[in-house]
């Protein structure tokens, strides 16, 4: 815990007063989820989990991770208009991965049939963890980057505030006024509707692509709520509401339940378990379709944990982002330690050297939201049964990043208030807009820190493990 936290948090009268105040201020102002006993009704409804303290970030770190944003987004981009390095990057995967298979099909499909689409929207979320190394200095450390469906955006936004008040509470106010001002929901607006702008109909609308369950429905409402001040109409279907409602036109424009959609803005569709035949028919419609996908399916392809070890190999950055060797630099600084368990003598090397050392490594499946992970003796097992099979090659492996813990207190609704020691990872926000080959918008959105107890190794927000946080820079 930064050194100006240390006089109250072992102060229980000071943390029960600032523990009640801020679970007001969050309610006041709408950090909040449904519950999972009613997770589709907004009249019965608590506050998200998050910190009563913000966590240190140090100031070094947190600028760097904005410095990189702008290039990610470049990389980003110019991988998913590289169908070469796609193709031999996820070969062996979508031999052994359903999942990355059949969105890899409706890539090549639609390629083959020709692009309708010709403005493209990015919204991703790099996300970071600070690495400690054993002279005690802290390196930043790319986990992953999110090309679908990155959230928090909008419940962050409204964080900083609660924090704010909980500092002055605590007889903080000058420290409170060094948090920083933080709105990705507003950025992530303008990105959408720049895209709208360009799509060219003021009568078509953004299409929010969204969940059966939506405990997470006030975050996107953030978001929404920007548009339709920007008088921008927006709609919220689900996959099976675009199977049975969507068609296209002869110039392949979108129209759902009658309405003309110029942007859709995907908050689903990155789990296999969401899609059944009639969903994965309405994917192959959306990707057909002139609409502005968020993501196209390229991008998603590119957001791959696959395609982030690919990244880490000599040479590759260099063919992806020629002639921007400082970009280039910024990137590879980020990179942590990634491995191939592709077949063959490197593969049979790393495998071996994961099971002998498994507290070393993460092994990481293709696959997004959370909780997906694997450590320790997990990690071993799983590798000494797939070591000899094709099915390594659905994963990959990653060096375990080493924070340094903090003490905090994670505020949830029904739980009993208590010190942790904690962990903090953050995410930058980024948004890019390309019109044909020409890029009109790249930006850093704002900012995600996100906490959670040690004990935890694996999972975010929406799976129930990390809490909403605020970084205060050192």
């Excluded at 379709?289 to 944990?305: E, F, H, M, N």
Aim: glycine letters at 8%.
């Amino acid at each position: 815990m930064a050194a100006a936290w240390q006089d109250v948090v072992r102060d229980a009268a000071a943390v029960r007063e600032a523990a009640a105040v801020a679970v007001d201020a969050a309610l006041l102002a709408g950090v909040l989820m449904r519950t999972g006993e009613q997770p589709h009704a907004s009249d019965v409804v608590n506050f998200a989990p998050f910190t009563l303290l913000p966590s240190a970030v140090p100031r070094a770190l947190f600028e760097q991770a904005y410095a990189v944003q702008q290039d990610f987004n470049l990389l980003v981009d110019a991988i998913s208009q590289n169908k070469e390095f796609l193709e031999q990057t996820l070969a062996s995967t979508i031999k052994v991965d359903d999942f990355t298979a059949r969105l890899f099909r409706i890539y090549t499909q639609v390629l083959e049939e020709g692009l309708a689409q010709s403005v493209f929207l990015g919204i991703n979320r790099s996300d970071y963890m600070f690495d400690c190394g054993l002279d005690g200095t802290a390196a930043l450390r790319q986990i992953e980057i999110n090309t679908i469906a990155a959230s928090f955006g909008g419940l962050t936004s409204r964080t900083t505030d609660v924090h704010r008040l909980v500092l002055k509470v605590l007889g903080k106010s000058e420290e409170a006024s060094r948090l920083l001002p933080n709105n990705p929901a507003k950025g992530l607006a303008s990105g959408i509707a720049k895209a709208w702008e360009l799509y060219g109909s003021q009568r078509a609308v953004v299409m929010f692509l969204v969940e059966d369950v939506q405990r997470n429905i006030f975050d996107q409402r953030c978001i929404e709520n920007e548009l339709w001040n920007r008088n921008i109409g927006v709609l919220r279907k689900r996959f099976r509401d675009v199977f049975e409602q969507g068609c296209l036109d002869g110039s392949r424009r979108l129209y759902v339940d009658g309405q003309e959609v110029a942007v859709v803005y995907y908050r689903e569709g990155y789990v296999p378990q969401v899609y059944d035949q009639q969903n994965w028919e309405a994917r192959l419609l959306l990707e057909r379709s002139r609409a502005v996908k968020c993501p196209d399916i390229a991008t998603q392809l590119a957001g791959t944990k696959k395609v982030q070890q690919e990244l880490s190999r000599p040479g590759r950055l260099e063919e992806l982002l020629p002639g921007c060797p400082e970009a280039i630099a910024r990137l590879r600084a980020t990179f942590a330690g990634l491995y191939s368990l592709d077949e063959g003598e490197e593969g049979d090397r790393i495998a071996a050297m994961a099971i002998a050392d498994p507290d070393r490594f993460v092994l990481k499946p293709q696959r997004e939201g959370g909780g997906n992970n694997l450590y320790g003796e997990e990690l071993r097992e799983v590798l000494e049964k797939i070591k000899d099979s094709p099915e390594r090659t659905s994963y990959i492996l990653m060096d375990k990043i080493k924070p340094q813990p903090a003490l905090n207190y994670l505020l949830r609704a029904h739980s009993p208030l208590q010190m942790s020691e904690c962990i903090s990872e953050l995410g930058i926000f980024g948004v890019y807009v390309r019109q044909g080959q020409q890029l009109v918008l790249n930006q850093a959105a704002g900012h995600l820190l996100r906490t959670k107890a040690t004990e935890h190794a694996d999972g975010g927000v929406a799976a129930g493990v990390a809490v909403l946080d605020t970084p205060y820079l050192l």
